[in-house]
């Protein structure tokens, strides 16, 4: 029902017309509170670059987030990661996140981030404080922030937003009669726009998930995705149908598709309540987090890194290494 009052195949939307001019009203205040000094920033001794998104759920942040760590260590840079860890509640903040730290604490994207690139990872409500324990604890030279484009509290150098191809911004309204938390508009103002499959524009970077593998939960035993049968198809992410669809790429067809609410917590029974005799649980790589500690053994996970193409990326990493070198030797004199 949501996506359909979001793109405007619905005329739900209208009812909701009055509550999204207040949060418009709200967030253009805040972000103007910062701008004009009303509110004080807080600039961190390292660049930031922040990876976030004008719309709520799923454009691909995560993953673009892991690409970008992966290129700037190519490059001889030293990335760490923060994030608000949502989904997850820690007994104090910051907290800093390793590929063992649970889920329950941490936030999956979070873990997953750790757990793929290895870089430091911190969260915190106030990102200001993940990127302070960051940097007195680990030898960083530039931050990744995963999600935090609204969070104007932090200072930053690049902005890079994450677009979701198909959907795009849907009836292009203010949360909740629409998808955006920011307008469109917004873009103009950002350094770098990648567009999550479907067609990119002029100027933005196009971007492809490419899946990998099947993974076995239980052994890490990876198998090709067509390999797979008698599959039921589990997705607790932003949005469920990307999944859905990478799989029917593959040439899967799951018996079932079973949609999740983002960052949704799960439950050994629950999850076996889902097979009947002879069938496995494919999930997503975010789920996978969540799920490893009850696992069983006809559970798998299907990864996936996303590929950026276009003349615009070499340029968007240039810039962000000379920024960090830049920042690097002005620290040195």
């Given at each position: 029902m949501i996506e359909r009052i979001w793109s405007g195949r619905s005329p739900l939307w209208r009812l909701?017309?009055?509550?999204?001019?207040?949060?418009?009203?709200?967030?253009?205040?805040?972000?103007?509170?910062?701008?004009?000094?009303?509110?004080?920033?807080?600039r961190a001794p390292v660049p930031v670059i922040v990876v976030g998104n004008l719309t709520a759920g799923g454009n691909g942040k995560t993953p673009v987030a892991i690409?970008?760590?992966?290129?700037?260590?190519?490059?001889?840079?030293?990335?760490?990661?923060?994030?608000?860890?949502?989904?997850?509640?820690?007994?104090?903040?910051?907290?800093?996140?390793?590929?063992?730290?649970?889920?329950?604490?941490?936030?999956?994207?979070?873990?997953?981030?750790?757990?793929?690139s290895g870089v430091p990872v911190a969260v915190a409500p106030k990102r200001r404080a993940a990127v302070e324990a960051l940097l007195a604890r680990q030898q960083v030279d530039v931050i990744v922030t995963d999600d935090g484009l609204q969070h104007y509290a932090l200072q930053r150098d690049r902005e890079i937003v994450v677009v979701d191809g198909v959907r795009r911004f849907g009836n292009g309204w203010w949360l909740p009669a629409g998808p955006m938390r920011e307008r469109a508009s917004r873009l103009a103002q950002v350094d770098a726009v990648i567009v999550n499959g479907g067609r990119a524009?002029?100027?933005?970077?196009?971007?492809?998930l490419l899946?990998?593998?099947?993974?076995?939960?239980?052994?890490?035993?990876?198998?090709?995705?067509?390999?797979?049968?008698?599959?039921?198809?589990?997705?607790?992410?932003?949005?469920?149908?990307?999944?859905f669809q990478t799989l029917r790429d593959g040439d899967v067809t799951p018996v079932a598709e079973i949609a999740f609410a983002d960052h949704y917590a799960y439950r050994k029974d629950e999850l076996n309540g889902l097979l009947a005799a002879g069938q496995s649980l494919l999930?997503?790589?975010?789920?996978?987090?969540?799920?490893?500690?009850?696992?069983?053994?006809?559970?798998?996970?299907?990864?996936?890194?996303?590929?950026?193409?276009?003349?615009?990326v070499a340029p968007l990493l240039d810039d962000i290494e000379r920024l960090v070198r830049y920042n690097r030797a002005e620290h040195l004199n």
């Open positions: 909701l017309w009055p509550l999204s001019l207040l949060y418009g009203a709200v967030s253009t205040l805040i972000r103007l509170s910062y701008q004009r000094g009303w509110r004080q920033s807080w690409w970008l760590v992966r290129e700037l260590q190519r490059r001889g840079l030293k990335p760490g990661v923060v994030s608000r860890g949502y989904g997850g509640k820690a007994a104090s903040y910051p907290l800093l996140v390793n590929a063992d730290t649970p889920p329950q604490q941490a936030g999956d994207e979070p873990v997953l981030i750790a757990q793929r524009e002029p100027g933005e970077i196009a971007m492809t899946p990998g593998d099947a993974v076995n939960l239980l052994t890490q035993r990876s198998v090709p995705l067509s390999a797979l049968h008698n599959v039921v198809a589990m997705a607790g992410i932003g949005h469920p149908p990307r999944f999930m997503t790589e975010k789920d996978a987090v969540k799920c490893r500690g009850f696992a069983q053994p006809d559970w798998w996970y299907l990864p996936v890194e996303a590929e950026l193409r276009g003349s615009a």
